[in-house]
């Protein structure tokens, strides 16, 4: 599995932007996929995540109503969409490919992490 996430950049408060996480080894079809951040000095802590259908979807309660996770299975490709974004949104995203199927919080369900990309959220 080689995962890479795209799409960060530098965008003022309120703002949007689209994550992309595609799985050029086509291997994670079957698996949930998650994505993460860290901010400097900070653990990572999980953002988002999607089942291997897209039917299931779980979100931090920080990001709820704002962020949307979705998949794409004809590109094999994971999306975040974020929205009406924050200063304290800013970090390094990385998304992860889960050992099943589900929609998992913990890191310890994902066994596969991509490299991440940048998001500034300027106030």
């Known amino acids: 599995v080689q995962l890479q996430a795209s799409g960060g950049g530098l965008v003022q408060a309120g703002g949007s932007l689209r994550l992309s996480c595609a799985d050029s080894?086509?291997?994670?079809?079957?698996?949930?996929v998650g994505w993460f951040r860290q901010a400097p000095g900070k653990e990572r802590e999980f953002v988002g995540a999607?089942?291997?259908?897209?039917?299931?979807?779980k979100y931090s309660d920080s990001v709820k109503g704002r962020f949307t996770v979705a998949r794409d299975r004809a590109r094999n490709t994971v999306y975040l969409q974020m929205n009406n974004l924050k200063p304290e949104d800013t970090a390094v995203y990385f998304c992860a490919t889960a050992r099943s199927s589900g929609a998992y919080s913990l890191r310890d369900e994902y066994q596969y992490w991509g490299q991440g990309t940048q998001v500034t959220v300027s106030s």
């Open positions: 080894r086509r291997t994670s079809s079957n698996n949930g």
């Open positions: 999607v089942s291997w259908n897209g039917a299931y979807t």
